[in-house]
């Protein structure tokens, strides 16, 4: 009897130390495998809880990485949607300035009068720099983390003219071929 209490008191020393050693390595950051239980006693349930406990810890970890990562990214995009607005009224006061200079040589020339001049160019090119620039200071715009109602063709098509200043993608055609009465869904 003596010697079986023995072996069983060295066992229990046994498996309570190596739950001793692992729950300090969870401390310290370890996530490895979990421990092998073997017991269906009470220290194996302790075993079982501290093998839940690493799994949660490990869990919990993921979690704060992805929101750390979910924010650092709203972060540069609020960085990058201010710069965009801000750029777009930069570039929109010369252009304002520009395209009524044009218009006003426009309405003002006779028949061939400024030919080199070409107001009617400077004016198409100036609306369209317009466009790019409102484009991309909508497209960069700070949206909300709450649900909002979406127009997903409006969504399709914003996301395609912006895809157009890709330099990737200006030898490819991208034809928007989008569902009549597409939804309004509500989404982040």
Request: neutral net charge; aromatic residues 4%; glycine residues 6%.
């Amino acid at each position: 009897f003596g010697g079986v209490t023995a072996v069983f008191f060295s066992r229990v020393a046994a498996d309570l130390g190596l739950l001793e050693q692992r729950a300090k390595e969870i401390v310290s950051g370890y996530r490895g495998e979990p421990l092998e239980v073997t017991r269906r006693d009470e220290v194996g349930a302790l075993m079982r809880a501290v093998n839940r406990m690493a799994s949660d810890l490990a869990e919990r970890e993921r979690e704060i990485a992805i929101a750390r990562e979910q924010r650092a990214h709203r972060e540069k995009m609020v960085a990058l949607g201010t710069m965009a607005s801000n750029l777009a009224h930069e570039i929109g006061n010369p252009l304002a300035t520009i395209s009524a200079l044009a218009e006003s040589i426009n309405s003002g020339q006779s028949s061939g009068e400024c030919r080199a001049c070409r107001p009617d160019v400077i004016l198409e090119q100036t609306r369209r720099i317009a466009t790019m620039t409102r484009q991309i200071a909508d497209f960069a715009a700070q949206r909300s983390d709450e649900p909002e109602p979406v127009d997903v063709a409006g969504m399709a098509r914003a996301v395609c003219d912006f895809m157009r200043f890709d330099p990737r993608f200006r030898s490819t055609r991208v034809e928007l071929r989008l569902a009549q009465n597409l939804p309004v869904l509500v989404v982040v």
